[in-house]
C-alpha cells in the first residue's frame, strides 16, 4: 500500500477537525494531494485552480473523505482574479487555519502582465503576495502560511529591470528570480507578523525536484518526456514526498511557533545570502505593493526605521 503524504509527514495522529485550509494550485500535483492529505485529518479545503473539472474532481475526493470542500477558479495572473478569491474566502469562511501558497508555474515564453511585470514574476510571487496581504485580517490567530519555493533560488539575485521587461528572457532565469521572491517574501512577512506580536506563522520551501508533478511540460524540447522516463526512480522526489513537505509545516505539532525558516522538503535549511538579506527582502515587500497599487501591508510592524 503507498504510503500517504500525511503518514511520511508523521502527521497521522494530527487532528485538523473545525479548521479550514485553502491550498492554491491543488488541481494537480503536489498541491492536490496536499489538500487530499489535509482532508483526510479533518480539515475543510478550498481547492483553487484554472481548471473547474479537475477542480472538482479533487473536491469530490475530498468530500468522500469528510471533508466540507470547494473550488474557487482563480487566475494569478490576474490581479482581478486574485482580489476576487480572497473576497470569496472572507465570505464563506469564518476564518482560515492554513494557507499553502503553492500555486505557481515554469513559462517558455517571456511576456508582461497587465500591470507591466514579467509573467513568471506576477504569478509565482506577486499573487501569493496579494493573496496572503488580503487575508491577513482573516487568519486565525494561531494560523501558518507555507509557501512553495525551489532551490532554484540559488544564484539569483533581485533584478527590477528584468521583473518589469522581457527583453532577453530567460525561462530559468525568471523563475530563479521568482523564487528567490518566495523566499524573500516569507520571511519578511514573518518578521513582520513578529513585530506586530501576531502569532501567525510563515515558512518557505523546497518540495523537491518532482518529475511526475506536471511541472515539467512547462520545459522546452524533449525534456518533459525525458523528466516522466525519470518518475518513480529511486533518487527523485515523489509528487507524495513533495506533498508530504506542504502537511509536514502545515500540520506538524513540532513545527509550532516556527517561523521565518526555508525547508529543503521536512529539514531546515539555510537559503542563499540573497534571500536573507534583510534590505532585499525589505524592498521586495515595499516595491510588490508599489507593482500592485496597493498601500504597503503590515507598514506599521515594518522591519526597518
Do not use: C
Not at 150 to 155: L, Q
Not at 268 to 282: E, G, M, N, V, Y
Request: charge should be negative; glycine fraction near 8%; hydrophobic fraction near 40%.
Amino acid at each position: 500500500m503507498t504510503e500517504t503524504p500525511e503518514s511520511r509527514a508523521g502527521v497521522t495522529d494530527v487532528d485538523l477537525s473545525g479548521t479550514t485550509a485553502l491550498v492554491t494550485g491543488s488541481t494537480s500535483g503536489i498541491g492536490r494531494e496536499a489538500a487530499l492529505s489535509l482532508g483526510r485529518l479533518g480539515a475543510d479545503v478550498l481547492v483553487h485552480g484554472r481548471d473547474e473539472t479537475a477542480g472538482n474532481e479533487v473536491v469530490d475526493e475530498l468530500v468522500d473523505a469528510g471533508s466540507d470542500a470547494r473550488f474557487v477558479e482563480a487566475d494569478f495572473a490576474s490581479i482581478e482574479d486574485v482580489n476576487a478569491l480572497a473576497e470569496t474566502v472572507r465570505t464563506e469562511t469564518s476564518e482560515l487555519d492554513v494557507l499553502l501558497n503553492n500555486a505557481g508555474g515554469l513559462f517558455r515564453t517571456g511576456r508582461l502582465t497587465d500591470a507591466g511585470v514579467e509573467y513568471t514574476f506576477h504569478v509565482n510571487h506577486l499573487a501569493p503576495y496579494l493573496l496572503t496581504t488580503n487575508l491577513l485580517g482573516h487568519l486565525a490567530p494561531d494560523a501558518r502560511v507555507v509557501t512553495t519555493a525551489s532551490e532554484a533560488h540559488r544564484g539569483a539575485q533581485p533584478n527590477w529591470d528584468a521583473v518589469t521587461s522581457v527583453d532577453d528572457y530567460s525561462t530559468f532565469g525568471a523563475y530563479s528570480r521568482s523564487k528567490l521572491a518566495n523566499i524573500q517574501f516569507s520571511i519578511e512577512l514573518a518578521h513582520r507578523l513578529d513585530a506586530a506580536d501576531d502569532e501567525i506563522t510563515s515558512n518557505a520551501l523546497h518540495p523537491g525536484a518532482i518529475p511526475g508533478s506536471g511541472f515539467a511540460r512547462f520545459l522546452p524540447g524533449p525534456i518533459p518526456r525525458a523528466m516522466q522516463l525519470l518518475d518513480g526512480l529511486p533518487f527523485v522526489t515523489s509528487v507524495d514526498d513533495g506533498a508530504a513537505a506542504l502537511v509536514n509545516l502545515a500540520a506538524s505539532d513540532r513545527l509550532e511557533g516556527v517561523s521565518g525558516r526555508y525547508f529543503d522538503q521536512q529539514q531546515i535549511r539555510t537559503p542563499s545570502s540573497a534571500a536573507l538579506d534583510p534590505d532585499s527582502q525589505h524592498d521586495l515587500w515595499t516595491r510588490s505593493a508599489e507593482f500592485l497599487d496597493i498601500d504597503v501591508p503590515l507598514s506599521e510592524a515594518s522591519t526597518q526605521g
